[in-house]
């Protein structure tokens, strides 16, 4: 199914990019997998200029074959010490509601591991919550597992520190 989707680079300086970035973005923030609250007015005016300025950010969107922004990803590359090598983290994926089920997340994810193998990689990361039994699923399917250096000492688990 996901030959009616193909996947572009985000341009975060494109009003169009912008507009399919901040809207598939705060439509996954309302979702209850995202929080179920909207993002700010002011944090999503600002978002694309601030992805823009941090160079190890890029972002893709799968968008159908009618033009509608139907998925997306943003990453972030960071380093892994235990590898020297970079590491892909995907922070956010999004696949807008009318759309999933159609290999749109597997689609977005294809286009992550490709940078990934440019940036020479060593890992790709992403969070998800354990309720979220759809999107695991697919993350399992592509080849994600948990983390643990030795199962004998257990799988990472995320944390988080506001400030």
């Not at 975060?12 to 909207?38: F, I, N, Q, V």
Request: proline share 4%.
């Amino acid at each position: 199914m996901a030959e009616q989707f193909t996947t572009r680079r985000v341009d975060y300086s494109k009003p169009e990019d912008r507009a399919a970035l901040t809207g598939l973005l705060d439509h996954y923030a309302r979702d209850p997998m995202g929080g179920s609250t909207p993002i700010a007015s002011k944090a999503l005016s600002r978002l694309c200029d601030d992805l823009a300025q941090r160079p190890f950010a890029f972002s893709f969107i799968a968008y159908s074959t009618d033009g509608t922004a139907a998925g997306l990803v943003n990453c972030f590359e960071g380093y892994s010490t235990f590898k020297a090598a970079p590491l892909i983290n995907i922070h956010d994926i999004v696949v807008q509601s009318d759309w999933r089920g159609q290999g749109v997340a597997q689609l977005l994810m294809q286009a992550v591991e490709s940078e990934a193998r440019i940036r020479k990689a060593c890992k790709i990361t992403l969070e998800v919550l354990t309720g979220n039994h759809t999107a695991m699923k697919s993350y399992e399917r592509f080849g994600f597992a948990p983390y643990a250096l030795d199962p004998k000492v257990g799988t990472a688990t995320f944390m988080q520190k506001w400030l």
